[in-house]
């Protein structure tokens, strides 16, 4: 089981940017998905998460301009950036909980992460 993140680069200040984030493997169903950051020299950070009946919670500092998604048919988790800022600059990555089968369970399983710059 793994996922597999995507959309990183450069864009400019005031831009907009779409991450996507999807589980492949044995996967029977998927709970919590969420997407974290970590800066230069930071720690990682939770910014937006997602549950299976599509409550979500956001950090304080993207209310407003982040949107987390999911797509229940292909397992995959979104997050949409607007209004990006340099402070926004940083390696995002998707994590998910995913109940295998058998009844086994990963409680926290990180993709591999996604970088992208806000910069002009």
């Known amino acids: 089981v793994q996922l597999q993140a995507s959309g990183g680069g450069l864009v400019q200040p005031g831009g907009s940017l779409r991450l996507s984030c999807a589980a492949s493997g044995d996967i029977f169903r998927l709970y919590n998905m969420g997407w974290y950051r970590q800066g230069p020299g930071k720690q990682r950070d939770m910014i937006a998460v997602?549950?299976?009946?599509?409550?979500?919670n956001y950090a304080d500092s993207v209310k407003g301009r982040f949107t987390i998604s999911r797509d229940y048919a292909v397992h995959a988790v979104y997050l949409q950036l607007n209004s990006l800022e340099p402070g926004d600059t940083a390696v995002y990555f998707c994590s998910a909980r995913i109940q295998m089968s058998g009844s086994v369970f990963i409680n926290n399983l990180w993709g591999q992460g996604t970088k992208f710059t806000v910069s002009s």
């Open positions: 997602i549950n299976s009946t599509g409550d979500t």
